[in-house]
C-alpha cells in the first residue's frame, strides 16, 4: 500500500479532489462502472482522446489510491484487466450526479429518455450497477454517448434563439 499522501486541508472535499480531481480520473471510472471497459487499449479507443501517458498515469494513480485493482487476462496473461474495488464502485452515486447535472445544464449527446429514466430511477440505476460491478457483468449500463447528437443540438439551439 502506498504512503498516506500528506493533505492540504481536513476538509474532505478537498481529501477527494486530491485523488478525483481532473477529468481524465473520472472518465476512466465512468468507463469501468457503466460502459464496461477493462483494458488499456478500451480506455484508449473510448472516443475521449485521453494521451497514453496520461491514461497510464491516472490508472496508476486509482490503483495507488485503492479505487481500481489489476488482474491478469484470463485470455492473455501478458495484458491487465483493470476492476474497480468496493471504494470505487462507492463512486456510482457520484458518476450519476454528474451524469445527470452534466445533461441538464450542458450540451450533451445524452439521450434525453435515458436521462429521464436514470432520474427517476436513482435507486434502482444503483442497485443495478453494484449488481453489474459484484456479478463481474461486462454488459454496458449506460451506451457511448453520440458526438452527432451533440452537434444536431448546437445547430437547432443556434438556429432557434
Known sequence: MPPQRTRRSGCPVSAALEVLGDRWTLLVVRDLMVRGLTTFKQFQESGEGIATNILAARLRSLRDSGI???EPDRAD?????YRLTEKGIALAP?????LLWGARYEKTGAPPAMIDAIAANREATLAETHRRWRDRDPMPLIPKFDKAAIARLSKRQGAHP
Open 77 to 81: 496473461g501478458r495484458s491487465l484487466r
Open 68 to 70: 481500481v485493482t489489476t
Open 94 to 98: 457520484l458518476v450519476f450526479e454528474l
